[in-house]
């Protein structure tokens, strides 16, 4: 019964990635959070909110404090001031295994994969199956094809990681992440470091997955293009605050001085492009006294 | 003057509590270890195959260096006892130097070079590629999945290495003493058998490899999990993982050995 059920599971997968599933209803709430790392503030304040079944961009320059929000999505560091809500429960008052039982409805992507380098392809995708079921191995290992034929990798399944190319990687780490068909999907830095038809493979994955599974995907990400095409929302961050939002269409006409420049890729604006240091000329004239 | 010998006390202070600080960490890390123990030995196969990299691959290093050890033994004690008339006494002095010593010891030494120094590099590096992380996203805790095993497949290669050790060198002996010096066979067997106690001896090393599985391999997984997720960072750890080893053997041995063969 169970195989049966996967068989026309693995026919309908094409046809599912043609719908969308879309709610109002907010699955990730982030209210007044601050954190910081000592006594450097990382976020301050941010507030925001991502609609079941949509796939929402968190974009901003390196080091604002991106990567920071998903880890307290996942509940792997916890805000200094806060709450962050995920299916209505409060991550950061959660005890471990409560925290333990939310994560196993939650996907992540690291930026370059984090694939167990021990397994292969194949047990990397079968890791959390393994761990968190009961399933036979047969069961097991045609999920696990499915998954990987999902990302186009099924003749890939045994290899090693170290056997892969950036792009394969990534797609494997993304079969992984989806094993277990959670409700939250977390993409850090999805498109970094790789080349124009991978950046488009991944970018098209994430759309038609999330689609597919019926989950809500939070991509972090400062690759404009790539994420404008396939996202539903955009949060632009900097210095730890939201510091504007929209749809792609409102972010691509908005005037704002600091999404203009991050949209154009221009190198000086609101984030200068010299660290901030002494008047160059004393600097030089001074140097060349001392 | 008085601000140089200030910054001096001072700075020598910060490394004393850094140090208090590293220690009370890694007795809260043992703490954890042993409280998410139940997957090392409920899926006894990820022990297992710990244990074939820390124990298996370990042998040769540990075997080869045990015969040499102990045939060096056997030219040195050979050379002291026939100025007394006591080359018989060849077999005990060997097998008591290695079981009570030179076994738990060197093996320990050895154990912390190649196996101590690769747990820390490999969990390390699995820090440093996200690997502990992506594993805590998907609900698995790391400290029962890769740390457990690892620490206990240490903890229970440890005493097996010495044993090995010891046993080689004990061979190692005979091979010189009896088979290249010519001391008498039976005089050989006879007197380690007849001198050895298994209690007081044997045991004694055994619990003393036991204790340094112990601390070796905490050290290890403690400064593998403990690693800045750094080239540097992963490095460092690793040669960490080395002296402060050696160092833990070498007085876990003295503090072991006043307590244990005081009365003797």
């Known amino acids: 019964m169970g195989c049966f059920k996967i068989v026309v599971l693995a026919q309908r997968l094409p046809t599912l990635f043609s719908f969308r599933t879309v709610s109002s209803d907010p699955l990730v709430e982030i209210d007044n959070v601050t954190f910081a790392y000592d006594q450097r503030t990382i976020l301050n304040g941010i507030n925001l909110s991502i609609p079941k079944g949509k796939v929402v961009a968190i974009m901003g320059g390196s080091g604002c404090g991106k990567t920071t929000l998903l880890r307290l999505i996942g509940g792997q560091v916890r805000p200094s001031k806060g709450a962050v809500r995920v299916a209505g429960q409060v991550v950061n008052e959660l005890k471990q295994d409560e925290l333990y039982a939310l994560r196993r409805k939650m996907g992540m992507l690291f930026q370059f994969g984090a694939l167990f380098t021990d397994m292969s392809v194949f047990d990397n995708v079968a890791f959390q199956m393994r761990e968190h079921t009961d399933l036979p191995e047969s069961m097991i290992r045609d999920l696990v094809l499915m998954k990987l034929h999902a990302v186009g990798l099924r003749g890939a399944a045994h290899l090693l990681p170290s056997e892969l190319s950036g792009g394969m990687a990534r797609r494997v780490a993304l079969a992984r992440a989806i094993a277990l068909d959670p409700m939250l999907m977390m993409y850090d830095e999805p498109f970094a470091g790789l080349d124009p038809i991978s950046l488009g493979v991944i970018g098209q994955l994430i759309r038609r997955l999330n689609d597919a599974l019926g989950a809500t995907s939070i991509v972090v990400t400062h690759d404009v293009m790539e994420s404008l095409a396939i996202v539903d929302y955009v949060y632009f961050v900097s210095a730890g605050s939201i510091v504007a939002e929209g749809t792609p269409e409102q972010i691509r006409a908005s005037e704002m001085p600091f999404v203009h420049q991050f949209v154009k890729g221009e190198p000086d604006g609101p984030v200068p492009f010299h660290y901030p240091a002494p008047d160059y000329r004393d600097a030089l004239v001074g140097g060349r006294n001392a | ?264």
């Open chain 2, 1 to 264: 003057m008085l601000d140089w010998g200030g910054r001096r006390i001072s700075a020598i202070g910060a490394v004393l509590v850094n140090a208090l600080m590293r220690a009370g960490f890694a007795a809260r890390f043992l703490l954890a270890i042993l409280l998410n123990s139940g997957t090392a030995f409920r899926r006894f196969g990820l022990t297992i195959r710990e244990i074939y990299f820390t124990g298996v691959l370990s042998l040769i290093i540990i075997l080869v260096s045990g015969l040499f050890v102990g045939m060096v033994l056997g030219l040195q004690g050979y050379d002291t006892l026939q100025r007394f008339g006591a080359s018989e006494a060849l077999g005990v002095l060997v097998s008591l130097s290695l079981v009570r010593e030179l076994g738990p010891v060197v093996g320990g030494l050895l154990f912390a070079s190649r196996a101590g120094s690769a747990i820390t590099a490999e969990i390390g590096l699995m820090k440093a590629t996200e690997q502990l992380s992506a594993m805590e996203m998907m609900a698995v805790n790391p400290i029962a999945r890769v740390v457990g095993p690892r620490f206990w497949a240490g903890v229970i290669s440890m005493p097996l290495l010495a044993a090995m050790f010891s046993a080689m060198g004990v061979l190692g002996g005979y091979v010189v003493g009896v088979l290249l010096i010519g001391v008498d066979s039976g005089s050989f067997w006879s007197q380690m058998q007849a001198s050895v106690d298994f209690a007081n001896d044997i045991m004694n090393g055994v619990i003393k490899s036991i204790v340094f599985g112990i601390a070796v391999s905490l050290i290890a997984v403690f400064e593998g999990y403990d690693a800045d997720p750094t080239a540097e960072g992963v490095s460092g750890a690793t040669t960490r993982t080395v002296v402060t080893s050696s160092l833990a053997i070498l007085g876990l041995d003295f503090i072991l050995t006043a307590f244990m063969f005081r009365g003797l």
